[in-house]
């Protein structure tokens, strides 16, 4: 069995449902808070793969929700 994409939920509804993050602005990349160091609205989600990034330099980085 190999790793399936199209299993993974869609990552506007995690992050808003899931994760209860109200994200910000248009297109590709959101914004919302940072949750890994309890901080401003730092991290940027991608709508379209689920990877994220703190701008505010905690290092929290990742994907495929």
């Given at each position: 069995?190999?790793?399936?994409?199209?299993?993974?939920?869609?990552?506007?509804s995690?992050y808003?449902?899931?994760?209860?993050?109200?994200l910000?602005g248009?297109?590709?990349?959101?914004?919302?808070?940072c949750d890994f160091?309890?901080?401003?609205?730092s991290m940027?989600?991608?709508t379209?793969?689920?990877a994220?990034?703190?701008?505010a330099g905690c290092?929290?980085?990742?994907?495929?929700?």
């Open positions: 069995m190999s790793f399936d994409r199209n299993h993974l939920p869609d990552p506007v995690y808003t449902d899931a994760a209860g993050l109200a910000q248009r297109g590709k990349w959101r914004t919302t808070r160091h309890d901080g401003s609205d940027r989600i991608n379209e793969t689920g994220f990034v703190c701008m290092g929290a980085k990742g994907g495929d929700v």
